[in-house]
């Protein structure tokens, strides 16, 4: 039997029994009492119980009598101080909110009609000042979906995650959905603060994109891109590119960013007579490109760093927090299972946090890849 918490305003829980009906009793014992003031539920669920997620969230409104819901389906999720994956589980947050500071939307799937499903990006009259959103992978469009929400947002910023899952890819918005990006949208009234680490480090300087084609990198720096890459990796690698798989990565910078904030994505081929290399994304004109290592210290370190920067800056205990952080980390990168949330715990205290491992993080008006974003509740 799995323990939540609570503070004045946010109390969470989890469970891991595997019969659905189970977990979520198990959760709303730990909730018990419900605050007669929380207002908005967040869950999310490990793709084993995908399939009874309306069911699932039809037991949890009735039962802690919260009308409003966000969440998404992963292949593991996150609470304080422990992570599940590949395994049923469930994790619930409620949270306390001003009243007409926040309105669930459903799917945004089509790009030109963003602005109007978002009510002109108003909530009950007033501006929207952030969201915390959900996507669905299978629509092409959601690179594009994040920006434009973002663009309506006064602060220009949003944080979410891509839904993962074997089976189905669901979200909840108030009710199970699917096919475009959902979340929530809080006015000025809602203090949040956050934050992104990234997953892997660069391995060489930056290098100007001086000729590509749609996601091929032709060169760099005026030199055949593939000679630049095999330059970066070192001989041993590059004397077997295959073996790079899974640790070598490009990364797009990002212009008038920092260093340490870039796009990362996967090396999906070379051309070894055309000296080209293909990454899974579309390369922008007047790009810069580092190559990248998957590498676990470095990792570690940058999360350390991204969570000491918060606790510096923060003049108050957090509420609550919602984390989203990569497929490709957790226990698979950190070495150990919970070591990044016990991480969080260790520098953060016992904040009640809920999340998800996603196939894809929002932060801003970017859609990202093995990185953590972090957002508190203040």
Not at 85 to 113: C, H, K, Q, W, Y
Not at 227 to 241: K, T
Not at 356 to 377: C, K, M, P, Q
Request: with cysteine; charged share 20%; net charge negative.
């Amino acid at each position: 039997m799995d323990k939540g918490g609570v503070n004045m305003s946010f109390a969470y829980a989890h469970s891991n029994i595997g019969q659905w009906m189970e977990a979520v009793q198990d959760c709303v014992r730990q909730l018990q009492p419900v605050s007669a003031t929380a207002n908005l539920g967040f869950v999310y669920v490990t793709d084993l119980y995908a399939n009874r997620l309306s069911d699932m969230l039809a037991q949890l409104r009735e039962q802690t009598g919260i009308a409003q819901w966000v969440g998404s389906v992963g292949i593991g999720v996150c609470v304080t101080g422990h992570e599940y994956l590949d395994e049923s589980a469930i994790v619930v947050m409620l949270g306390e909110f001003p009243d007409n500071a926040f309105r669930v939307f459903a799917p945004v799937t089509d790009v030109a009609r963003v602005a109007e499903e978002l009510d002109g990006f108003t909530v009950h009259g007033q501006a929207a000042y952030y969201a915390l959103v959900h996507g669905d992978a299978r629509n092409a469009e959601i690179p594009e979906l994040i920006e434009a929400t973002a663009a309506g947002m006064a602060t220009g910023f949003i944080t979410g995650g891509i839904s993962s899952s074997r089976f189905q890819s669901l979200q909840v918005a108030d009710e199970v959905v699917h096919g475009g990006l959902s979340g929530v949208m809080f006015t000025e009234a809602v203090a949040v603060m956050t934050r992104l680490t990234q997953g892997v480090t660069p391995i060489g300087p930056r290098h100007a994109v001086t000729a590509c084609h749609e996601n091929i990198l032709i060169t760099l720096d005026n030199r055949p891109a593939l000679d630049v890459l095999y330059e970066d990796i070192g001989e041993i690698l590059a004397r077997d590119l295959s073996r790079a798989a899974g640790y070598i990565f490009a990364a797009l910078s990002i212009p008038g960013c920092d260093s340490r904030d870039y796009l990362v994505r996967n090396l999906i081929g070379a051309d070894t007579t055309e000296r080209l290399v293909a990454i899974s994304e579309e390369i922008p004109a007047a790009a810069e490109v580092l190559f990248c290592r998957r590498d676990a210290g470095a990792a570690q370190a940058d999360m350390l760093a991204m969570l000491e920067d918060l606790q510096g800056r923060l003049t108050t205990q957090p509420r609550g927090a919602v984390y989203y952080s990569c497929l490709g980390r957790g226990e698979s990168l950190f070495g150990a299972k919970s070591a990044e949330l016990e991480l969080i715990q260790q520098v953060l205290g016992d904040v009640p946090l809920v999340g998800f491992f996603a196939n894809g993080e929002i932060s801003h008006d970017r859609l990202y890849g093995y990185t953590g974003v972090l957002t508190l509740f203040l």
